[in-house]
């Protein structure tokens, strides 16, 4: 029974010495990045105090918790440029992220620093463009009979980029840099009217898509123009 007791001791202290190991937050030691590039907006202008930030997820613990750490930070000046030094990381998920608030699309950089080290411990982004956004406000009302239904759906340009790199080639596959995005849904009498709102870059093409009674589908199309009165609404 004692050597029982002093096997269950061993292992409690082995697992809280484990534990504390898994959640060290270690990073690579006295080793600086330098993240850099510019950020512009679809016209071509300077984005001013944009926020680049440095991220790395690490395991914290033996159960595979992951918690997110930030790196570094930084802003972009009034040419839209910006130099962020960075704590370093080998991590399979390490990211950059540029947000210049709700009015603008967001962007991440995305690689895993693992077995890669950029040339002399440069992240170079070039030139990222973040698209201006605006809302789109949208209004379907039923001004038919009771049983009358339609399935609809808006198609548009997504507010959000992600791009994965491997080694510092662009895997086109694993990114997702503006795509269609869709929004839809189904009015009938238990819910025969809708309004709502999304956000959608300045100048890009909105589809409406819609079916009543199952009829074959319809479409139509707008631009989404450059002023917060961007109102579309369909009667059914």
């Known amino acids: 029974m004692a050597q029982l007791k002093i096997i269950l001791r061993r292992f409690i202290l082995f697992l809280l010495f484990t534990l504390l190991i898994a959640c060290e937050t270690r990073f690579e030691d006295n080793t600086r990045i330098l993240v850099k590039g510019s950020?512009?907006?679809?016209?071509?202008?300077?984005?001013?105090?944009?926020q680049i930030n440095v991220y790395t997820s690490r395991v914290t613990s033996f159960l595979?918790?992951?918690?997110?750490f930030l790196l570094g930070?930084?802003?972009s000046?009034?040419?839209?440029?910006f130099s962020v030094v960075s704590l370093f990381d080998k991590d399979e998920d390490f990211s950059v992220e540029i947000d210049a608030g709700p009015n603008h699309s967001k962007y991440v950089y995305k690689t895993s620093t693992i077995?890669?080290?950029?040339?002399?411990?440069?992240f170079d982004l070039g030139n990222r463009i973040l698209l201006e956004l605006t809302a789109v406000n949208y209004t379907i009302n039923r001004i038919s009979e009771e049983g009358n239904n339609i399935q609809y759906s808006?198609?548009?340009?997504?507010?959000?980029?992600?791009e994965v790199y491997d080694e510092g080639v662009l895997n086109i596959e694993d990114s997702q840099c503006?795509?269609?995005?869709?929004?839809d849904g189904i009015l009938n009498d238990s819910t025969p009217d809708i309004e709502g709102d999304f956000y959608a870059p300045i100048g890009t093409e909105v589809v409406f898509i819609y079916s009543v009674n199952e009829?074959?589908?319809?479409?139509?199309?707008?631009i989404v123009e450059n002023n917060s009165n961007n109102e579309f609404i369909f009667s059914y």
């Open 215 to 222: 009829a074959p589908e319809s479409t139509e199309t707008f």
């Open 178 to 183: 503006n795509t269609q995005q869709l929004l």
């Open 115 to 122: 077995n890669y080290e950029p040339t002399n411990l440069t």
């Open 77 to 81: 000046d009034s040419n839209g440029e």
């Open 73 to 75: 930070s930084g802003f």
């Open 154 to 162: 808006f198609r548009f340009t997504s507010e959000f980029c992600s």
């Open 64 to 68: 595979g918790g992951e918690q997110e």
């Open 39 to 50: 950020v512009k907006d679809q016209y071509d202008l300077a984005i001013q105090n944009a």
